[in-house]
């Protein structure tokens, strides 16, 4: 028996785009503007020093910057006590 519907696994449109869609949607956007004409309205937005303009051409440019997470868990916030307790709960 398949529960995904419970959990929210199957809305109608979670996931990714169908490669088609993207397809259309491109030449869409390349009928309304030819993209050298919106790369050189970028570059000139950037020039002037947009901050939006600046970010969305080095994300494009360099791609965006890599995200860390600090995984590292202290147990010294802890007493002995507490983690014998835990423990116990455990069992």
Do not use: H
């Not at 890599?66 to 455990?90: H, Y």
Request: one cysteine or more; proline letters at 2%; a positive charge.
């Amino acid at each position: 028996m398949d529960k995904r519907k419970n959990n929210g696994g199957a809305r109608a449109n979670s996931g990714r785009a169908k490669k088609i869609d993207e397809i259309t949607l491109i030449e869409s956007m390349d009928a309304i503007a030819v993209p050298d004409v919106i790369w050189n309205a970028l570059c000139k937005k950037a020039k002037e020093g947009d901050s939006n303009a600046i970010k969305t051409w080095l994300q494009y440019r360099f791609g965006m910057p890599k995200q860390t997470i600090d995984s590292n868990v202290s147990l010294t916030d802890f007493s002995i006590k507490e983690v014998l307790e835990f423990d116990n709960l455990k069992q």
